[in-house]
């Protein structure tokens, strides 16, 4: 059996140990994934016998069913045998090198698909659908699976996807889960994508994306300000991917990821997010946590309709806006390090509710903060905000927000023509209703004629509370209709 890379595999006992029963006869130990190599070259002795005939208990190699790296030759048929014999509960090994991939691959109910080393590279070939996906989770013709009872418990590890976005027309979505459970993809890279997403994660509870790199994408013509993963919905398209039954997404977990341009590709326009929904469902649990988000055209992070989730500890630069939620509720925006943003570093879009902005730095863009229409109970904390073209805080035609605690550095640089905070309705129908604006610190970038005020209300903004704060150095700390006291000038 060849097995040209074996990752971290052990055998039930592990394969180092002391000669004997929890051992290989002949070996005294196993130090790597060479010596694992080394001794299944071995077939004339005990050990590489012994090797092999553990590793085949648990992996199958793709090489054993004719996939060839290196060769040109469309490997897809050989890994979906390799895949399909694996059965549940085995490992698939892709050996090093690249693979043509001229069809789509089928991933199985608890498989694991190991390819470090190994890049899968999507071809052009003779009756490629206009739009192709290139790894899916369903079975050919499936159009009833529904909930989430699809194939699950998949893991994909070490592998390189490269859709090949800028050399072949064929738009679609690298991978992609549906009705599923359990899903893992660690340590993968994509590239080139063209389209529609890298990874979509559609109707699936439960999936950790960890360590990925995705670089590079091609945005077509009438598929405008795509996300590298979208988090998303069954209810579009009639395509087999199981039923349209309204199931969402939750218990997504992005982290550690690296979303950026590939050679002269910039990134996917957003880096993570969601737009879709079946009525008034929300996607519950999704957590995007310690990535890099650069090159990107768009959002780093896009949330419609997320609750009870988290952003947090991402640094975020280049892109149009740094992080947004839309009609998202009891989340939290925390300790991100956002920078060279185009508008905001961080909005709260449309009747977003109970969402905590804490601890996030944003340097150099248009506004720190935004609280929109419909927003209420929402809390901005603990921020700084450095040199904001305009305002470092904007509340428009929300409720009972609460700004406190930040430290406001520069606001309105270079011009001079805004103030730290400003409190206004919303261009259509709402206004500002009960605002408090606390123990803030407003820091000039030098005599102070860039700050106009510490904090802007217009005239029809109510019940606007201003009270502690640090405003020396402005030429006035409020304007319009506010409340105020125990505010240092």
Known sequence: MAVE???????????????GARGLP???????????????????????????????????????????????????????????????????????????????????????????????????????????????????????????????????????????????????????????????????????????????????????????????FVETAGLPGKEAIQIDVAQYGDDDSGAKDGTMAKNITVRKCTFTSYGELPGAPTGVGSHARDGGKQYEGITITDCVFTGGTGRAVDGWYWSKSSVTGNTVSGYTQGIRLVDSHDSAVNGNQISSVVSQGVSLGTNS???????????????????????????????TTVRTSSYAAIVEGADETLISGNTFRSPGYPAGAFGAVRITSNASTSTSWGTSVTANKVITHGAGTEVSAGVSVVSDAQETWVFGNDFRGLAQATTGPVNTTSNRT
């Not at 990752?7 to 180092?16: A, D, E, Y």
């Not at 002795?45 to 030759?73: C, K, M, N, W, Y």
Request: net charge negative; proline share 3%; hydrophobic share 35%.
């Open 5 to 19: 890379y074996l990752g971290n595999w052990k055998g039930p006992r592990g394969v180092q140990g002391k000669r």
């Open 26 to 216: 002949g070996v005294n130990a196993v130090e790597n994934d060479a010596a694992v190599a080394a001794y299944l070259a071995a077939e004339d002795s005990a050990s590489g016998r012994e090797l092999a005939r553990r590793v085949g208990q648990v992996a199958l190699s793709t090489a054993d069913f004719g996939a060839e790296p290196d060769s040109g030759i469309d490997a897809t048929p050989a890994i979906q045998a390799a895949i399909d014999a694996a059965g549940p509960g085995k490992s698939v090994i892709l050996a090093p090198g690249n693979y043509a991939i001229g069809g789509r691959l089928r991933l199985r109910n608890v498989t694991q698909l190991h390819g470090y080393g190994a890049t899968l590279t999507r071809t052009q070939y003779a009756g490629l659908p206009t739009e192709g996906l290139m790894v899916v989770n369903w079975d050919e013709g499936d159009y009833t699976t529904t909930g989430y009872n699809g194939h699950s418990d998949i893991g994909v590890y070490g592998i390189t996807f490269d859709f090949a976005g800028d050399t072949i027309e064929h738009a679609g979505n690298t991978v992609t889960f549906n009705h599923a459970r359990n899903i893992t993809v660690r340590d993968c890279t994509f590239r080139r994508g063209r389209g529609y997403h890298d990874l979509e994660l559609n109707s699936t509870d439960g999936a950790l994306i960890d360590n990925c790199t995705f670089a590079g």
């Open 353 to 383: 509710t109970g969402v905590a902005v804490v601890g996030n730095t944003i340097s150099d863009c248009a506004a720190g903060v935004f609280i929109g229409d419909g927003g209420r109970g929402n809390t901005v904390s603990g921020n």
